[in-house]
T-cell receptor
């Protein structure tokens, strides 16, 4: 139980384009999901907290107009990287809160060329 | 500043050894302390977690020791195996927001 999926698992896009990443809780409903970014050999950095039916709460220093988060249902949150640049290349991971735990998705590798 | 400090950064043990990873925190409002295991290219997987009113929790070969007064907690892996080679992250949950604050991570290598 408590499985979280992400799609796509990896994506390559050209600079200036937008990319959407989906995060789904497969066997539970999640009113709260979180989006993280992880650079190679570094820890997870929380980008934003996504609450179903309301606006996301962004961490300090994260551009909300660049990283659009939508939590339209209890099982789906999306992260859209707008006007992507090479420095946005990273490993993006979502998590969903279930009872007291946070369960993580498998991650999405984004490469911007 | 809310922060969780993790050490060591890397660790190498022989098969059967007992690696120990340590974490320390400052914020007494943290109310839950999970450990995650991450393999390269994968998302973190919840390993074991503890609440601050418990001093020790054991699940299989994994044990968390928690010292509330010292604001420290640690992960012990008994009878370590090469398959345990991964990066381990400690975390602390912020009680009012549910956010997890992660440690810097420890890369563990278990040699056969």
């Amino acid at each position: 139980g408590a499985v979280v999926s992400q799609h796509p698992s990896w994506v390559i896009c050209k600079s200036g384009t937008s990319v959407k990443i989906e995060c789904r809780s497969l066997d539970f409903q999640a009113t709260t999901m979180f989006w993280y970014r992880q650079f190679p050999k570094q820890s997870l950095m929380l980008m934003a907290t996504s609450n179903e039916g309301s606006k996301a709460t962004y961490e300090q220093g994260v551009e909300k107009d660049k990283f659009l988060i939508n939590h339209a249902s209890l099982t789906l949150s999306t992260l859209t990287v707008t006007s992507a640049h090479p420095e946005d290349s990273s490993f993006y991971i979502c998590s969903a809160r279930y009872q007291y735990e946070q369960y993580f998705g498998p991650g999405t590798r984004l490469t911007v060329t | 500043q809310q922060q969780v400090k993790q050490s060591p950064q890397s660790l190498i043990v022989q098969k059967g050894g007992i690696p120990i990873i340590n974490c320390a925190y400052e914020n007494t409002a943290f109310d839950y302390f999970p450990w995650y295991q991450q393999f390269p290219g994968k998302g973190p997987a919840l390993l074991i977690a503890i609440r601050p009113d418990v001093s020790e929790k054991k699940e299989g070969r994994f044990t968390i020791s928690f010292n509330k007064s010292a604001k420290q907690f640690s992960l012990h892996i008994m009878d370590s195996q090469p398959g345990d080679s991964a990066t381990y992250f400690c975390a602390a949950r912020e009680g009012n927001t549910g956010k997890l604050i992660f440690g810097q991570g420890t890369t563990l290598q278990v040699k056969p």
